[in-house]
């Protein structure tokens, strides 16, 4: 236990005083995030200092009052349309658009799930600041940053050590295959679980500030279990809202350790400059492959649905937490949104991560050092 | 005394190439062994071997009667090791890698480090950044490296690399001192035949993965017969004396209008009639003994440090003389 402690301390170090430039200027982007964000509420709010904080229920009344604009406006767009015969489409979330018919029963439809929660009393989970944080910084583009960073750390845990033939030091010595993997893996997961934390205190202050409070961390919260219909009692997830924060949490991180997984499988066959380069266009080039496929077959089939399958693959469900609530752009393929989904992202990660280690443990065990 | 290595019929091969063909060696408790070979020979497989960074494909490799691949944990706490052009982490400080190292071991004990540090005449430099350090000083790091822990068998693969003539001369001597007064066995790979001459009791000659001698170094260099070094006043023509005399084999000095003949009887005599008579000027005739050089290259056919890497060209025929 003592050894593996020591080398577990040993990737702490050589982590940390090889690569302290990379943390700080992920701690400087965080900061710009916040600057970017306060910049944001002050062009949008004109005020400088919080505002007074505003109960959930007339942040619903709002939102209900803004998306019967919405239809108005949706109404006289499609009336213009029709007398100059033509059709108008309309930028969704999640795919390439949307017909105006299809715009105005999604608006009517959120109204009517507002109006569900605020006749039966229950919160939905974007009314916290806290949630709305963990949404941002576990689900959105942040994630999306991050778990390319932490590949790349990982991609370079053993293929670095080869490179710089320390390898021969580290399997030569009493400390067996085994503990050197699991304390490279662990120390990448412990070093990356702090980042992300940091970064959703950040951006937890921020919305707090947003918001005009820091909200409760106790009260209950309500998730739709599948986003597309309606919500009603078989169709929402009630839970104490710092439980949804620890799920946000895990969610994110088993995203990451499946991109550690796949680094360091890479990591223990190539050398440093490979591993790199490869991880790098894996996350980066397969999304963007992917999502170039999903438009391919949206305008083939005209069905969001039918680019739903790119979701069993690992690269396009890294940052699950978006798909809780469609917010803040989450990028996944043709994902739907609510609980449901993810869940099956969560179980697609799950299953990847643990194929991608178990690959990476059978192959470090058995391979051998040539030089 | 008992073996701390034993190396049974290893074998091992890459795709086609067979580096090793079921080579056995063993080494003694406290002994110091050299293990010799060109380019290629398969040494630094069979260390890689002995360090658990390969496994053979046939045959055994042990360390303290510990399998070096399937048992490598308990194999690994008898040795240090260092490889051909050894590596460290250059972010750090030549101290902090030895703590690096330290801690797979046990807790770091800092007097040791320091005291290695001292050892390998690095005091002044443990802690500047390795990334500044020369190959030499690498070499001593890696020493030292190997020594942490205070292992029982220290196995070294060309560890003068890099070194200069002083720090190889204090490398002989630190593995000297650390032979005799610390009892330690020593594994020593190296293409510098002086340099094992000097250090080791025995020697196992590798070549194109074959063992083809081992033995204390007294009984290998007894057994090969003469050499002479003779300064004539014409080599082209001295050669072809030379070369008619019965059992003697000739070739071009290194040293200016000098040629090396070897024979296995004592020829000396014979020799300077043959030159005297055919009119060539003999400035000195020298016997010396058969150096370990000579014993490798008759072993391996391959010359050692050789400047040119192209094969010497083989002898132009010459028409025997009949002895008077």
Known sequence: MSILASLIRNEFEKTWRSRWIVFAVLFGLFLLIAVGL????????????????????????????????????????????????????????????????????QTQQAIADDQYLIDHNIAPVQSFAVAQASLFALGGIVMFLLTRIFGWLASEQIAGERSDRTITI???????????????AFASFLISLVVVLLALVIIYAMFAFFLGSPGSLTDQAAVAMDGAKPLGPGNLLQMPIYLFVFMCIGAAMLGVLCVQGMSLLISVVTGRWAAIGITLALLFGAPLVSTVVAGILFLISGSLGSAHFLNYLFFNVLAPVGSVAPAFGNSTAAAGSGINEF???????????????????????????AG | MASVVEVERLSKHFGRVHALNQISFDVQEGEVLGFLGPNGAGKTTTIRILLGLLHGDGGTAKIGGH????????????????????????????????????????PVDEKQITELLDTVGMTERGDDKVKRYSMGMRQRLALAQALLGKPRLLVLDEPTNG??????????????????????????????????????????????????????????????????????????????VVRAVDGAKAEPGTIKDSINVTADTDIARLVNYALVKAGIGVDQLVRSEQGLEDVYIQLTGVPVASPLSSPVPPAPPVPPVAPR
């Open chain 2, 67 to 106: 399998d070096c691949w399937t048992d490598h944990v308990r194999a690994s706490r008898f040795f240090g090791a260092t490889l051909e052009q050894p590596g460290f982490y250059g972010f750090l400080s030549g101290r902090d890698n030895l703590r690096q190292f330290a801690r797979m071991l046990g």
């Open chain 1, 38 to 105: 306060y910049a944001y509420f002050v062009y949008r709010e004109h005020r400088w200092t919080p505002p007074p904080s505003v109960a959930w229920q007339a942040q619903l009344r709002d939102e209900i009052a803004s998306n019967q604009q919405t239809i108005v406006n949706l109404e006289q767009v499609k009336q213009q349309a029709q007398g100059q015969g033509g059709t108008v489409r309309v930028g969704g979330r999640n795919g390439p658009g949307l017909s105006i018919d299809d715009a105005i029963a």
């Open chain 1, 343 to 369: 869940t099956f992202e969560l179980e697609t990660l799950a299953v990847w991560t643990f194929g991608f280690f178990l690959a990476a443990w059978l192959l470090f065990r058995r391979k051998q050092e």
């Open chain 1, 170 to 184: 580290l399997l030569s010595r009493p400390p067996s295959r085994n503990q050197v993997l699991f304390a490279k």
């Open chain 2, 163 to 240: 070194l200069d003539p002083n720090g190889i001369h204090g490398l002989r001597i630190l593995l000297r001192k650390l032979a005799t007064e610390q009892g330690l066995t020593i594994f020593f790979s190296s293409h510098l035949l002086s340099e094992v001459e000097e250090l080791c009791d025995r020697v196992v000659v590798l070549h194109r993965g074959e063992v083809k001698a081992s033995g204390p170094l007294s009984e290998l260099m007894n057994v090969k017969g003469f050499r002479y070094r003779i300064d004539v006043s014409d080599v082209d023509k001295a050669l072809e």
